[in-house]
């Protein structure tokens, strides 16, 4: 199969604009994005809305496209990347990583990458969950899976419920997986879920991967031991530069 990488990258964001241009270790966050996929990938792609990121990923080198600015999720400016790319690549599988995840490793889009034989439609990244804050933090969705490794369902909750044991104790007696955001997909599966009316299960918990589950698409999940930072605000920008002088120490 072939693989292409498409890193959604969008000016506005209400907690912190302009983020994929703000530097972290004098470097700008989406470029530390790329070049990190770029490890694992020939076929990187910055797909944005805004000519300032534009120019940034010509300036130092990268490939970009414009997408347009009305797009709700970074899963339907993948889609419509994908089709203006199609036309010129060949590719089976799109792998979407935010623009937001300076930190992404190679081996994690390794890890999406081997989970397609043909029958896998959507694949996304799991990783256990550590602690009890971890576990019931409403920001850190949770995954409960089949016996074949497919999610059955996503949870800003803690699952599955343990019933009969205090809450600080759950997690001495049973597995729990917090969802790591970086999905890969059949370029068709792609456009089908981005055609899809938004579900009740997504509406109840603001996520869009269970649309999907909703309308019956099996999403697999593979594991990884790293946990990235992702930039959604200055203070996690601040936390990553931190991360960052510490590495270097």
Request: proline residues 4%.
């Amino acid at each position: 199969m072939d693989y292409i990488a498409i890193i959604p990258a969008r000016y506005q964001s209400t907690r912190f604009p302009g983020k994929p241009l703000a530097l972290l270790g004098g470097k700008p966050v989406v470029q530390w994005v790329y070049e990190h996929v770029a490890t694992a990938l020939d076929q990187v792609w910055i797909a944005t809305d805004d000519e300032r990121i534009f120019q940034l990923v010509q300036d130092f080198g990268g490939k970009a496209l414009f997408t347009s600015d009305t797009h709700k999720s970074g899963t339907d400016r993948c889609a419509e990347a994908a089709r203006i790319l199609e036309k010129d690549f060949h590719f089976d599988v799109v792998i979407n990583v935010q623009g937001d995840e300076p930190f992404v490793r190679s081996e994690q889009i390794d890890l999406l990458m081997k989970c397609f034989p043909d029958d896998v439609e959507i694949a996304t990244l799991i990783k256990e969950v550590e602690s009890t804050d971890e576990l019931f933090n409403p920001n850190r969705p949770k995954v409960v899976l089949d016996n074949q490794q497919n999610a059955l369902y996503f949870s800003r909750l803690p699952i599955p419920y343990v019933r009969g044991e205090k809450e600080n104790s759950w997690m001495l007696v049973n597995r729990f997986w917090a969802h790591i955001g970086m999905y890969a997909y059949k370029k068709e599966v792609l456009q089908e879920i981005t055609r899809l009316d938004s579900g009740k299960l997504e509406s109840a918990e603001a996520l869009e991967q269970l649309r999907w589950l909703e309308n019956g698409y099996r999403i697999k999940t593979a594991i990884t031991r790293f946990q990235s930072i992702g930039i959604d605000t200055p203070g996690d920008l601040q936390i990553a530069e931190e991360w960052l002088r510490n590495k270097k120490a």
